[in-house]
């Protein structure tokens, strides 16, 4: 369904010309080498633009990102292979940068030597011929570059280490709009030189299949085309499609021809995927997935703006900043109807589209599909809110965004490890991943469809609960309200997708009768008793030895504190004492049975969301009627 939607889209930006070209490649670059008409570097003009990154820690990251070009098709082969227009600096210069020589054309394998030696060939033979102002500088400069002569060049010095991991294009200098990609006769001879290969190839009947996309007999793609963009991934892409074991293959096809696409539907699909993950409006990440999300129609910036405010993926900077912009959205964009139907303010946003949203994880050399959701726009929007209302719990002011949801499922000392081991691309090493791709994806399809959330979630937020303390680093604390709104989502989604009555309430319901909901109201009593009877700040509470036994064994742990409550109760004055043993009094008889002897996971949940109701409760300003004032002894 991905392929064919893709081809889809296509179809549809090919309408207004704005798909990626089949002989084109989108590609991305940081620098412009600006070159004279006798082929001398003038300047290198850095054309990355800045962008705002939010990081976990709630501050924003200033980075600059290459900008997107259109240049000839890219390589696909392994090996030494140039490139008409080449855009990599090994080509290019011929030279390597190393941190304490600086450039040099030596290596151990002689790759920047026969990489320089290709691209001179290559491009040496097309540019015969062309005759315009771009490429006779360009000519120029192949002829009369020496490597071995250029290791101590100002304008590749002053690069420094950025010089081997960029990418370039080429102009001339002192009239910048006149590109060597978009020079006429450059482009038209490449055309030419495209056309002609085509029709060659169509000549045979050689690979002739019936596309089950386009629907028409066409010669199937033997070799998919690389995926760019994908977080994690391999630098020089990876592809969607691929057999790489005669394992996999049938039916005597080799390689690609095993998965019926044809030449077309391939070049269709990289096409738009690539052009999708090289705009910043259509994807966004979510710790090492990267999801990717359009519309089915022309203009779809309305609709893939709001998607991205609603998961606030990019234009929070803090947590505060974040709620707010998510709010707004939510408060500004749309109505909110009694029916929980979206609708639209903005007139350029079609509630009636097919929206598309799927998530990839990279490989060793492929991409994979961890997910992919279509629904209505309008659908979408209002499941996405639906599990916003499912998340609100006291203490949150707000909607919680999914960085932060992330950010609570792992440990605080996994999530040291993967900051300092993390390679420079931001991918995690080993088992340090934040979470496992499975549950992402898991989580992602719940929320945009609406569906009960995975048991591994909430198999995480309680382990998390019980094992994470209050003075872990990375502002942790055991449950606050992103997890224990977590485990209300999962309790109420998952009775009211089964018709039963949802149990947990936003905030402290004394009506709650459930044992598990009753025993962690108990224990937050119990340690409130404890902390106030302290005379100075204790180094260990009872939650910090009782709590995760507490949760799986009540009729074992409970009777042992609560004896050792009637000590700490002794300190206490009166009126506090009086307060605290009706509050167990009273818990204690909704208990209709004995307590508990075992809790099972969802009973584990109900629990922490009694305590942090309970707890919550005790730090919000009350009727002084209703409670006595704290008495410091």
């Not at 304490?100 to 540019?127: C, M, Q, W, Y």
């Not at 490890?417 to 991943?433: P, Y």
């Amino acid at each position: 369904m991905l392929i064919r939607s893709l081809c889809d889209y296509y179809d549809i930006q090919s309408a207004r010309g704005e798909a990626a070209s089949d002989i084109m490649s989108e590609q991305p670059v940081h620098w412009m080498v600006m070159l004279t008409p006798d082929g001398r570097v003038a300047d290198i003009i850095d054309k990355r633009i800045e962008e705002s990154v939010p990081q976990k820690n709630g501050k924003v990251k200033i980075v600059k990102k290459p900008i997107v070009v259109p240049l000839p098709k890219r390589t696909q082969k392994t090996g030494i292979d140039a490139n008409i227009i080449e855009h990599r600096p090994l080509y290019i210069f011929g030279l390597n940068y190393d941190a304490k020589i600086g450039l040099t054309p030596d290596d151990k394998t002689g790759k920047a030597r026969k990489s320089h030696e290709a691209f001179v060939k290559k491009n040496l033979e097309f540019f015969d011929g062309i005759d315009s102002e771009i490429a006779r500088a360009y000519v120029n400069f192949i002829k009369n570059w020496v490597p071995e002569n250029e290791t101590e060049n100002e304008q590749l010095k002053k690069l420094g280490k950025e010089y081997q991991g960029s990418y370039y294009i080429f102009a001339l200098d002192g009239s910048p709009e006149c590109k060597l990609h978009k020079d006429k006769a450059v482009l038209a001879k490449y055309e030419e030189i495209m056309a002609k290969a085509a029709a060659e190839t169509a000549e045979s009947d050689d690979g002739i299949m019936m596309c089950p996309i386009e629907g028409e007999r066409l010669r199937a793609a033997r070799i998919h085309d690389k995926i760019k963009g994908i977080k994690g991934g391999n630098s020089v892409g990876a592809v969607l499609v691929n057999f790489n074991s005669s394992a996999f293959e049938s039916y005597g096809k080799s390689q690609s021809m095993n998965s019926g696409i044809s030449e077309k539907a391939m070049k269709k699909y990289t096409s738009s995927l690539n052009k999708l993950l090289a705009d910043p409006m259509h994807h966004i990440y979510s710790d090492d997935m990267t999801v990717v999300f359009f519309a089915m129609k022309h203009d779809d910036k309305a609709e893939c703006d709001l998607f991205s405010d609603y998961l606030n993926s990019s234009n929070g900077v803090t947590e505060d900043s974040t709620k707010a912009d998510v709010k707004a959205v939510s408060e500004n964009i749309y109505y909110k109807g009694q029916t929980g139907n979206a609708q639209a303010l903005d007139k350029d946003v079609d509630n009636g589209v097919d929206f598309f949203v799927a998530g990839f994880t990279p490989n060793s050399s492929r991409i994979c599909q961890k997910f992919m959701v279509r629904n209505k726009f309008g659908k979408i929007i209002d499941n996405v809110k639906q599990h916003q209302q499912d998340m609100a719990i006291c203490g949150s002011n707000g909607e919680i965004p999914l960085w932060r949801i992330n950010n609570e499922l792992v440990s605080p000392k996994a999530s040291a490890r993967k900051k300092k081991d993390n390679d420079e691309s931001g991918a995690a090493k080993g088992s340090d991943l934040p979470i496992s791709p499975t549950l992402q994806s898991d989580m992602f399809q719940a929320i945009l469809n609406g569906t009960n959330y995975p048991y591994t979630l909430l198999e995480t937020v309680v382990r998390r609960v019980c094992t994470d303390s209050d003075t872990d680093s990375n502002n942790k604390i055991k449950i606050n309200e992103v997890r224990a709104g977590l485990i209300k989502a999962f309790i109420n989604r998952k009775a009211r997708i089964n018709g039963d009555k949802e149990e947990i309430t936003v905030a402290l319901n004394p009506e709650n009768k459930n044992p598990a909901y009753l025993c962690g109201r108990l224990f937050a009593v119990l340690e409130k008793i404890q902390l106030e009877a302290a005379d100075v700040k204790l180094n260990r509470t009872i939650k910090d030895a009782y709590f995760s036994s507490a949760s799986s064994r009540p009729a074992l742990i409970f009777p042992r504190l609560i004896d050792l409550s009637k000590f700490h109760l002794s300190k206490l004055s009166e009126g506090r004492a009086i307060y605290f043993s009706k509050l167990i009094d009273e818990i204690m008889d909704n208990i209709e049975d004995n307590l508990p002897a075992n809790l099972s996971l969802i009973d584990k949940g109900n629990f922490q969301v009694g305590y942090f109701h309970q707890n919550s409760y005790f730090f919000t300003k009350k009727d002084k009627n209703e409670e006595p004032e704290t008495v410091n002894e």
